[in-house]
């Protein structure tokens, strides 16, 4: 299977579709990363407080190691978490969850949340800039970023994130984010891709996309992801499922069944109520 490969505002690339590795920990949750690198993911979505980088780590090595595909063609991002968000810490932190990872390099360092009340993520920004300039970090972005905290860390440091890690699914679609992304060359990646706990694909929409093609409810859902230009995240522990999430390239929706996905969303279709301009995760 090939996946397509999206170009990143820094020159790097990323494939079009990862794999989400939260809360995959200890034995079972390393038996589930082999399973999805040997299925084809070449992405790997970790972060501190998953608490899973030495898993995602271990995984990454010996699969490159056993597989011999070029390091190149592996992406393994991590994310810093709000306890770091100050300039020394969030270097420190790097270099930390580098060793965690026991790679050469973190392939995408992200910010996990703003937290605006605590209001220093200028400063972890800061401390994510320095780490690429290392060489800890060959890209780095943001995750859960409004437009207005985008604006605030690019004018702070002059340097544009290449990702934004959101929520992102048929019933919270982010049109307004997703365009500002566009205006700066950010790369979208949808956490919860497929709508967590939702009743999303028993909408009639994705079942009709789904029907129409011959696939699963869950694959409609990730191909309109990707015709959107989104790279989506999907998680699963079963093989099976794992493949069935990555064979989503071998079809192509309308135009009409992607504006019909689209238009399931809603004003706040947050699965959590985590909102960026409020939630603090340290």
Known sequence: ?????????????????????????GDDGYAALRSALDAGYRVLDSAVNYRNEEEVGRAAREFLKESGIPRDELTVQTKLPGRHHD??????AG??????LGLDRIDML???????????????????VALQE?????????????AEHLAAIIEDSGVTPAVNQI??????????????????GILTQSWSPLGKGSSVAAASAVAYAATAHGVTPTQAILRWQIQLGNVPLPKSANPSRQEENLDVFDFELTDAEVAAISALTRRNGRIFGGDPTTHEEM
């Open 167 to 184: 929520e992102l699914h048929p019933y919270f679609t982010q049109p307004e984010l997703r365009a500002e992304h566009a205006r700066l």
């Open 110 to 128: 992200l910010i996990h949340w703003p937290n605006p009340i605590t209001n220093k993520f200028r400063d972890a920004w800061r401390g994510l």
């Open 134 to 146: 290392q060489g800890v970090a060959r890209s780095i972005g943001v995750s859960n970023f409004t």
């Open 1 to 25: 299977m090939t996946i397509p490969l999206l170009t990143l505002n820094d020159g790097h690339a990323m494939p079009a579709i990862g794999f989400g590795t939260y809360p995959l920990r």
């Open 87 to 92: 300039y020394k810490l969030a270097v420190q």
């Open 95 to 100: 270099h930390d969850s580098l060793a965690l």
